[in-house]
């Protein structure tokens, strides 16, 4: 069982920047994959981004403008949003990936203003 903690959602103007943060109960060095996903009102739940190892991959709406990282020393999973959008709005959720099942944080408000 893996237990992860989201933080770092909030209110932000169009073009302003986010950074989440996802803290997972396990040490992510043993996690296979980290991601980031999220639900916007009235849409199906989407990838936004997610790192596997060293290789990270992205949504493409997100491309350019979020980036994904992790801090083992920190055992920490970062999400940097940059230059956000309106339909950026939406609630992200962090997913941990092992070799057994795949977990979910319990998501993070994400609200940009136009």
């Known amino acids: 069982q893996v237990q992860l903690v989201e933080s770092g959602g909030g209110l932000v103007q169009a073009g302003g920047s986010l950074r989440l943060s996802c803290v997972p109960s396990k040490s992510i060095a043993y996690i296979n994959t980290m991601g980031w996903y999220r639900q916007g009102p009235g849409k199906q739940r989407e990838l936004v981004a997610n790192?596997?190892?060293?290789?990270?991959n992205y949504g493409d709406s997100v491309k350019g403008r979020f980036t994904i990282s992790r801090d083992i020393a920190k055992n920490t999973v970062y999400l940097q949003m940059n230059m956000l959008k309106p339909e950026d709005t939406a609630v992200y959720y962090c997913?941990?990936?092992?070799?057994?099942?795949?977990?979910w944080g319990q998501g993070t408000q994400v609200t940009v203003s136009s």
């Open positions: 997913r941990a990936d092992t070799a057994y099942a795949s977990y």
């Open positions: 790192i596997i190892r060293y290789s990270t």
